[in-house]
Every structure is written in structure tokens, then in C-alpha cells.
């Protein structure tokens, strides 16, 4: 069966929800976007991705043409058309039909798209195994030319790492800024923990500021684990305790490998896993 869709204030079948080839989303990537979880029929973090997709959307000069407590419900109705209490949203905001050329001015209305479906992104086993990732050659976007902290439908610079992750065998691309500090993964913040605090890059280093990484960094401090936004290089990285990466889809997965190179034990990490539980216990309890 398939799925029903959001598209401009209408929920239609997805063999209906179909977009013009003048959408300068699809033109150009002109656009904005957010991945959302439901658990347990509850939206996670609903009014931070809401806040985040109208931040992006004002920093590329896109007024989106509905509230965010219309998106808010919008999202509840697409899910309730799906019959789905858990979910992956995605949450989508292109430019609009427009003419062939750059002007964003000669498009008439953006359009709203919301997809409520299911996810998995990595394997059960891989949360009991960890993620072995590689440092990527391609840097992640320099802030003056696109700011990671815009989530937009522009997403080349991360898919170019992944190419490069995956053509490694790979479970995530690390990308380092035009300095040569860590950034973050081509989907995934990233953490290491040293001496039991944690440490993440700051959003200084050019990175999107997750909402999982906010949620988590909130968690450590509950849990009276010291927390810190610090730059740091590969080397930090490969003599790092344990190593974990943070998203809407991945939750917190654990880093074995960096390079080949192990990191802590070459097991998942005691405070990762304790991370971990206590974010499931977030998420499904609220
Ligand atoms: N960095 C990038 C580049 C991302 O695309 C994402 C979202 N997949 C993240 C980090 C994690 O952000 P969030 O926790 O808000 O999903």
C-alpha cells in the first residue's frame, strides 16, 4: 500500500504527489529541509526542528507560507493519514515553481512537502558492534561560501563524502573543516569522550548544530558528565576513550574505527552506551 503524502495543504496518494520540473528545488536545490522522529505517536523535538527549518528557511530568504504550529499539525495529520505513531518525517520546503535561471524571485510560492514513512538507517548489529568511519578529503562547506548550520536541499558537499565513505567500505564520512579540525559526519554529528567528559565540536568549527547533539549534551549534563565544545584534530580523535556519533535517524551509534585506526577498546563505550540507553528511555517515555 502505498503511502500518503503532504503536499501543499492537500494529503494525496504518493502516486499523486508529484512536483514540477521548474521547482527550483529540483533546479537548483534551492530549498530547505528537516528529518524529524515520531516514537510512541509523540514528535521528538518537534518545536526545535520547527525552529530550525524557519531559521534556515530566513537565512536563505524563503518565507515559509504557513506557521509553524500549521507545519506542527500539518505533520500530525500526514502521520494520522499513514496510520504511523513511530515514524521518520521528513519535512520538506523547496523554492517553487520558478523559470529556468537563478532569480528566486520568479517563483510564486514555495511548496511544502511532508513524508511520514519508516527508517532505518544503521543495522541493530552495528549499535552492538560500532561504526568503523574514514576521514574524507572532501571538506565540509566553508561557512562564507554555504553554512552548515543551513540544513538545505543543497547537499552535495555531504554527499560527495559519502561517495568517498562508501567507496572505502565505510559506515561514515569524517569531514574536517578548510582548518583541518573536525567538523562533523556527512549526516551525523560527532562526540569523543576523553577522560570521561565529552567533547564536540563547537558550532564555530562549521557544522549543523543537531538537535540529537543538543538533546545528548543536555543528557551528559543530567547524568553529571562534564560536557565540552572544543576544536579538535584527527589526532584527538584517534587517542579519544571512546567515539560516538549523534542524529535524528542514527540516535547515538558508537565509533570503533577511525582510519583503521581503533579507537579506546575497539568496543562500544561504556558512557556511550549509558548515552544511549538514556536517550531510548527519552525518546519512548518522553
Ligand atoms: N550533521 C548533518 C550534516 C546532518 O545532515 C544531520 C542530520 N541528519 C546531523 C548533523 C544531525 O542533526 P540532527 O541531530 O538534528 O538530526
Request: proline share 3%; net charge neutral; hydrophobic share 45%.
Amino acid at each position: 500500500m502505498g503511502l500518503k503524502i503532504y503536499l501543499n495543504g492537500q494529503i494525496v496518494p504518493q502516486e499523486e504527489a508529484k512536483i514540477s520540473v521548474f521547482d527550483h528545488g529540483l533546479l537548483y536545490g534551492d530549498g530547505v529541509f528537516e528529518g524529524i522522529r515520531a516514537y510512541n505517536g509523540k514528535i521528538f523535538t518537534l518545536q526545535e526542528h520547527l525552529d530550525r527549518l524557519y531559521a534556515s528557511a530566513g537565512a536563505i530568504s524563503l518565507t515559509i507560507p504557513i506557521s509553524k504550529a500549521e507545519m506542527g499539525e500539518a505533520i500530525k495529520n500526514t502521520m494520522a493519514a499513514n496510520n504511523l505513531t513511530n515514524s521518520y518525517i521528513r519535512l520538506v520546503v523547496t523554492r517553487g515553481v520558478g523559470k529556468l535561471g537563478l532569480d528566486p524571485n520568479k517563483c510564486a510560492r514555495p511548496q511544502i512537502i511532508i513524508i511520514t514513512d519508516t527508517i532505518e538507517l544503521y543495522s541493530k548489529a552495528l549499535y552492538e558492534k560500532g561504526l568503523d568511519i574514514v576521514t574524507v578529503t572532501t571538506i565540509r562547506n566553508h561557512f562564507s561560501a554555504l553554512d552548515p548550520k543551513i540544513k538545505s536541499l543543497n547537499y552535495l558537499n555531504n554527499i560527495l563524502a559519502k561517495i568517498e565513505s562508501i567507496r572505502a567500505g565505510a559506515g561514515e564520512a569524517l569531514m574536517l573543516n578548510k582548518d583541518g579540525y573536525v567538523a562533523e559526519c556527512a549526516g551525523d554529528n560527532i562526540f569523543i569522550v576523553k577522560d570521561n567528559a565529552l567533547i564536540t565540536p563547537p558550532a564555530s568549527a562549521g557544522i549543523l548544530i543537531g538537535i540529537t547533539r543538543n538533546v545528548v549534551m543536555k543528557l551528559a549534563a543530567e547524568m553529571g558528565i562534564a560536557v565540552k565544545e572544543e576544536l579538535m584534530t584527527r589526532c584527538d580523535l584517534y587517542i579519544a576513550d571512546e567515539c560516538f556519533l549523534t542524529g535524528t535517524a542514527a540516535e547515538i551509534i558508537p565509533v570503533v574505527t577511525i582510519d583503521t585506526r581503533v579507537i579506546g577498546t575497539g568496543k562500544p563505550g561504556k558512557i556511550t552506551q549509558a548515552l544511549l540507553k538514556k536517550y531510548r528511555d527519552l525518546t519512548v517515555h518522553g
